[in-house]
């Protein structure tokens, strides 16, 4: 039977790789999966303890399957009769866990806890990978994935038999069974409630048994869309969920949730798809079941004393009348059974009764769809359940019984909201209960904008919706609805097709008093109110009404959708004047969300129209509140008080709690901020909003109240935002060095210099560099801590903005560390560098370098793994530190954990400066020949209580770095994807072979047997045919490097290999007969080689015995290739059209240090052509004043300008690759040479033949330097082997 490991990897590498299942693969697969047929048919059953095999236990030897017989102590008799207690496992299972956990970890200096814990681990991983091997097979057969449609088929009909065999059973009894308090669900009281996983954390059992849980529950999901279910098995999913959303009440639990929702969507699903079968005369299972109808009906309306369950139910009972109402036309065409259809009839409106008289609409928006829990469930099930939604809701609204039904509430919404606006008052809130009921209508144009939000593609073709809408749009007589019917548009308008639809339905007169001239007017009505209340002297400001504010919101958010979505050549045209969106920006008296709403529109047309940007900035010159920066918040002096941005939100928003004109006000300066191209004046002339978001709104925002926490991290967000532009965009010069130097307003607060003195970049750096009010707020966001923010963006409605905070948090601190160096000596002593300011305080270092963990978003990985890279560099004492704070082995763990999780993705990174693997590896190379102890010796495991260089590395017993690196170094997984992380290995080892601390351990570690696997990568890696350069020239490229760093690793084990170790010894015996194709014998010290291969061609040389070509010579041949062009000839394009000048004065400043370079040093030290430099450069010099380019004024010179600079990026992103190319090829070749003169210098004597191989050696090398697709370089290379080395002639002569 095949192990649940080896079962993923066969269906992982089967369905999820990137290439196309190979035959072998796709028998490979089907074998596996029959092989492992009565696993899944009985999941996650094993046996039970046996009172005879407890005996034979604790009788301290017992014998298992194929083993030879396994003695027992008293510790092993002991953890293994706990763990059969704890896991309800046989004591035989529990000894065959035991060996496991010992051949997986090492248990040898454990406690006892420890070794339970890894044992429980390890249990639990291969659950969870049988488990998650059965949700990529069901997954594989529903979602469309690319795979062929034959092999599709036979995992369906595999699937299938499975579950009429039982299956769906055993996974509704796993979700009941494994949510109880008992050792074989979540753990009696008694039982130990940590394990330690499979990468080495301690985590809660707990929350493991809930996320199989979770797990079987998707699974559950898709079973019913491969096979339906039958009665039995609906009755017992209800009753699943009924019990669990029992359990709801107890505490607000994310997973819980999920999995509650998994089992009301599997009751949808079921009921919808097989009432559709049934009237496509396809089969189905309760559709013409009589009894059940009736049977199911009395179970799903019986009321219960649970609201939450209750509410849960309600949605069940949604699914169960669209299912009635879908089979009742067939039902009661049929003269035979017209007494059920008449029952039908009664169920149905039985149904719809409940449901709107509970308003089961509002409970499934404000329970299910707008809940964290749901919008962060896995992506692939939240489509099925949107999907599912769809088509209950298409079916709902079709139906002529629901209609009725849908009429009668919109008549009831009508009539009880009968009053335009509601409220007079601003400040009103509508506090009677009456107002604030959600009514069912209102309820329902909600549910329906909210299915479509996340989908909005299901939105095409869609009748139905487009007649409920014609519907919902007539006869409104208050707000509420009208709010409700825009909101729905507004979704509706999320696709092209939709955007158009609704830009025309509301041009036109389809709607009474609905439409975009009742925007304008609206708009142009309250403007000339507020005109003339400003005119007329003593007039009091008229109020602006709620339900009028309310309603030009959603209208906004309508216009909006239609601008960001419609057709690029058709909206241009629709909204021709955007003057009116700005004109009530300046009045006191419109509410701030309306103001918010305006901006949002307006910054909507910077995205889409960049061409408006400077009229936009006019307008908002002319009508927007001015930003008038004066004391900080708390110094205002209320005599000279106007009413400004300032104003607004420190006496208006702070004292409602509310922020939406300052947040928007914030997105809209970004905005346009974002795309403006001179940056010559450094930013000064936004020195004046820089101070309102520096002083009035980041400053203060840890301490203002907030009604809506969404709204305190937008705020956050939007702060961060401007500042990381500032930082990216402007940089330092010397004349900042210099005027700070000579002048003494540098030692002048910002509060009291002049704005003109001021620049944005140089405030935020000196903040940074002195640890101020910007740098304390923005360390209070990232102190939270990661496992905080973990949580709040799985449980937190605002979970993505709070993550955006610190995803922009972390990238701030690498911009300012990017320029603090530059100015701290100038700056010194009131400014330090930032390192400097961290370091006051370890828990904030600990809590940045932690962020490596928050495995949801990689960006915010990269930021850590980046900061710990310059953190290493700059603080000496930086490990030491983390070791006193009890950091160190959670980062040992979490970064071999993003190692790991790199190598198992299935993705392609475009970029390696952004992959996560390729950064930890630079990290662990770059920081080798730091201080000791560094972070690479930290990462990798070496013994820090005593000299480095006397560790005793046991990657086995340690999950860290070295222990993922090993292992992909011999196992090599997804070749094409991981190429460049295998390069990092075999440089990352090589590197610390030569380091003096750390060759020792690592030599040792390599000389063992269970890591010669790197000889094998002679044949897998060192001779395997090259990559072509047409299909991956990257590929290529890195293939060349492995090889290079391969032969370098052996080298310098042949070199370094000691007489004294006998595993030295036989390491360099077995690189020399791999290396020269002999096999070697040992008599004392001596080592002696005879042929064990055939003679080859032929070939037969006077004087001595016929060999093979070794592998040595075999990696020349792959050498033997003509280098690629380098030169810096420029295309005929270019030196054709006169612009050749111009381009080679850019190219030539070759110097990458100087500021404006547009050359940079990649991570393998090779200097190339930055394209975005390059780019921005060729840019600015055609278009600035170039007396060329001025000469070509027509449009034809600027296409062919145009075209010239297309025509060099493309040459210069070939001469990279063929630059690095050359440098691989040279690089292999030099660690070609060095194998080779080490093997002559230091091993040639124990060949017994050793005049014959080198004689081969000298004789390709000259073949290879005289051949003509040898390069000069090359030559001199191989020149150094052919005569630089007299000891080869020594040896041959």
């Not at 039970?48 to 298992?64: F, G």
């Not at 100015?823 to 930032?834: A, F």
């Amino acid at each position: 039977m095949v192990s649940p490991k080896e079962l993923a990897a066969i269906v992982q590498s089967s369905l999820l790789g990137t290439s196309g299942t190979s035959p072998a693969q796709r028998i490979e697969l089907t074998h596996a999966i029959r092989n492992s047929f009565s696993s899944f048919q009985n999941l996650l059953s094993f046996p039970p303890p046996k009172a005879s095999d407890r005996a034979q236990v604790q009788s301290r030897e017992i014998r298992l399957p194929d083993s030879l017989p396994i003695s027992l102590d008293d510790q092993d008799v002991a953890i293994s009769l706990k763990l059969s207690d704890e896991l309800h496992l046989n004591e035989r299972d529990s000894v065959r866990l035991l060996v496991s956990a010992n051949q997986e970890w090492g248990l040898m200096g454990r406690d006892p806890l420890e070794i339970q814990r890894l044992a429980t681990g390890l249990w639990y991983t291969g659950r969870r990978e049988l488990t998650s091997t059965l949700y990529t097979l069901l997954r594989a057969v529903v979602m469309d994935q690319g795979v062929e449609p034959d092999l599709i088929a036979d995992i369906q009909g595999l699937l299938e038999d499975l579950i009429k065999t039982g299956l769906r059973q055993r996974l509704i009894t796993l979700i009941k069974e494994l949510n109880r308090e008992e050792p074989s669900g979540l753990g009696g009281p008694l039982c130990e409630q940590y394990l330690i996983d499979s990468r080495g954390a301690l985590v809660e059992r707990r929350a493991v048994v809930h996320r199989e849980r979770l797990i079987l529950g998707h699974c559950l999901v898709l079973s019913i869309l491969v096979d339906r279910p039958g009665p039995k098995d609906v009755k017992d999913i209800y009753n699943v969920l009924k019990d669990n959303a029992v359990q709801l009440t107890q505490g607000n639990d994310t997973i819980n949730y999920q999995i509650n929702f998994s089992l009301l969507f599997s009751l949808i699903i079921t009921f919808i798809s097989d009432a559709i079968s049934a009237l496509s005369d396809k089969s189905s299972m309760i559709s013409q079941d009589a009894s059940f109808r009736t049977e199911f009906q009395n179970i799903v309306m019986a009321s219960g004393s649970d609201l939450t369950a209750d509410g849960f139910i309600g949605g069940i009972r949604l699914a169960w009348a669209v299912h009635l109402m879908l089979i009742y036309d067939g039902i009661s065409g049929m003269d035979t059974i017209s007494a059920a259809s008449t029952t039908d009839m009664g169920h149905i409106c039985s149904c719809l009764e409940s449901i709107f008289s509970k308003n089961v609409f509002q409970f499934l928006l404000d329970n299910i769809l707008q809940t964290a829990a749901y919008q962060n469930d896995e992506e692939d099930m939240i489509y099925i359940y949107n999907a599912y939604l769809h088509k209950l809701t298409s079916c709902f609204l079709s139906h002529p019984i629901a209609r009725d039904k849908v009429k009668e509430s919109k008549d009831m919404a009508m009539s009880v909201l009968n009053s335009y606006r509601i409220s007079d008052s601003l400040d009103g809130s509508m506090q009677t209960e009456e107002a604030d009921r959600p009514l069912p209508f209102i309820s329902l144009m909600e549910f329906v904008s909210n299915i479509y939000q996340k989908e909005p593609e299901l939105l095409y073709g869609n009748d139905v919706l487009w007649t409920f809408v014609n519907f919902a749009g007539e006869d409104h007589t208050n707000f509420k609805t009208l709010v409700a019917f825009l909101e729905m548009l507004g979704t509706l308008a999320s696709t092209q097709e939709g955007a158009f639809k609704v830009y025309e339905l509301l041009k036109g007169t389809a709607f009474r008093s609905i439409g975009w001239a009742t925007l304008f007017d609206c708009i142009r009505i309250y403007d000339e109110k507020f005109k003339q209340s400003l005119q007329t002297a003593g007039t009091v400001m008229p109020d602006f009404l709620e339900g009028d504010a309310k309603a030009l919101v959603a209208y906004l958010n309508v216009l909006q959708k239609v601008v960001e979505n419609g057709n690029p050549t058709e909206r241009k045209n629709w909204f021709t004047d955007i003057e009116p969106f700005f004109k009530l920006l300046g009045y006191e008296n419109v509410p701030p969300h309306l103001k918010g709403a305006l901006r949002k529109t307006i910054a909507a047309f910077v995205h889409v129209f960049p061409e408006m940007r400077d009229s936009i900035w006019a307008f908002l010159e002319q009508y927007d509140m001015p930003v008038v920066v004066g004391s900080p918040v708390g110094k205002t002096d209320q005599s000279s008080q106007v009413y400004d941005m300032q104003f607004e939100l420190n006496e208006i928003e702070a004292r409602r709690e509310q922020y939406p004109s300052t947040i928007s006000f914030l997105n809209l300066i970004n905005a346009l901020i974002a795309g403006e191209k001179d940056v010559t004046d450094r930013g000064r002339r936004f020195i004046g909003i820089f101070r309102f978001v520096y002083d009035h709104v980041f400053a203060p925002f840890p301490q203002r109240a907030y009604s809506d926490p969404c709204e305190k991290w937008q705020l956050v967000v939007a702060c961060l935002q401007h500042f990381h532009m500032i930082l990216s965009m402007y940089d330092i010069q010397e004349e900042d060095l210099d005027g700070f130097t000579e002048h003494s307003q540098f030692l002048v607060s910002a509060e009291t210099s002049s704005l003109q003195t001021q620049l944005p970049v140089i405030e935020l750096l000196k903040d940074f560099m002195s640890g101020k009010t910007l740098y304390r707020n923005l360390m209070s966001v990232l102190q939270v801590g990661v496992n905080s923010i973990m949580s709040e963006r799985m449980s937190k409605t605002y979970g993505k903005i709070l993550e955006k905070a610190v995803q922009l948090s972390l990238e701030i601190l690498l911009l300012v560390f990017e320029k603090d160096l530059l100015v701290s000596d100038v700056w010194r002593p009131l400014y330090q560098p930032l390192d400097i300011i961290l370091s006051q305080d370890h828990n904030q270092i600990v809590a940045l370098l932690e962020y490596v963990r928050y495995d949801s978003l990689p960006q915010i990985q990269r930021s850590s793994i980046k900061l710990m890279n310059i953190l290493s560099s700059r603080l000496v004492g930086l490990v030491p530190m983390l070791i006193k704070m009890n950091a160190a082995n959670s980062l040992i763990e979490d970064y071999a954990s993003c190692l790991e999780l790199r190598l198992e993705e299935g993705e392609v990174v475009e970029n390696s400066c952004d992959d996560l693997g390729v950064l930890i590896m630079q990290l662990l190379v770059d920081s080798i020949n730091r201080p000791a102890p560094s972070i690479t010796h930290l990462l990798l495991k070496f013994d820090l209580d005593a000299p480095v260089e006397g560790t005793v590395l046991q990657p086995k017993f340690h999950y860290s770095c070295l222990k993922v690196i090993l292992e992909m170094l011999e196992k090599l997984p997804n070749p094409d994807i991981n190429f460049l992380l295998f390069e990092c290995g075999f440089q990352l080892l090589c590197e610390l072979s030569l380091d003096p601390l750390t060759s020792g351990p690592i030599m040792d570690l390599l000389s063992s047997k269970k890591y010669q696997f790197f000889l094998r990568h002679l044949d897998t890696i060192g001779v395997a045919t090259l990559p072509k350069r047409s299909g991956s020239q990257a590929l290529r490229i890195s293939s060349l490097h492995q090889r290079a760093w391969l032969l370098k690793l052996l080298a310098i084990a042949l070199h370094n290999g000691s007489g004294n170790s006998s595993d030295h010894l036989e390491a360099c015996q077995s690189i020399l007969s791999h290396l020269f194709g002999r096999e070697v014998t040992e008599a004392g010290n001596q080592l002696y080689f005879s042929s064990t291969y055939p003679l080859q061609d032929g070939l037969d040389y006077a004087g001595t015995s016929s060999v093979s070509k070794s592998k040595v010579l075999a990696l020349l041949e792959i050498l033997q290739f003509r280098s690629p062009d380098t030169s810096m000839q420029l295309p005929q394009i270019v030196s054709s059209r006169k612009y050749d000048t111009l381009v080679e004065e850019i190219l030539g400043n070759r110097d990458t240090s100087v500021s404006g370079s547009i050359y940079y040093y990649s991570e393998r030290g090779d200097r190339l052509i930055d394209l975005s430099s390059f780019s921005n450069k060729l840019y600015q010099k055609l278009h600035s004043g170039f007396p060329l380019v001025d000469s070509f004024p027509n449009v034809a010179e600027s296409n062919e300008v145009k075209e010239t600079i297309q025509q060099l990026l493309k040459w210069g992103w070939k001469y990279n690759r063929n630059l690095e190319e050359q440098v691989a090829q040279l690089h292999m070749l030099a660690g070609w040479s060095q194998i080779v003169e080490v093997s002559a210098c230091r091993r040639i004597s124990s060949l017994d033949n050793r005049s014959e191989i080198l004689y081969r050696i000298l004789d390709s090398s000259l073949s290879a330097s005289a051949s003509p697709d040898c390069s000069l370089k090359m030559a001199f290379v191989l020149t150094q082997v052919l005569i630089g080395r007299p000891y080869l002639h020594c040896q041959t002569s």
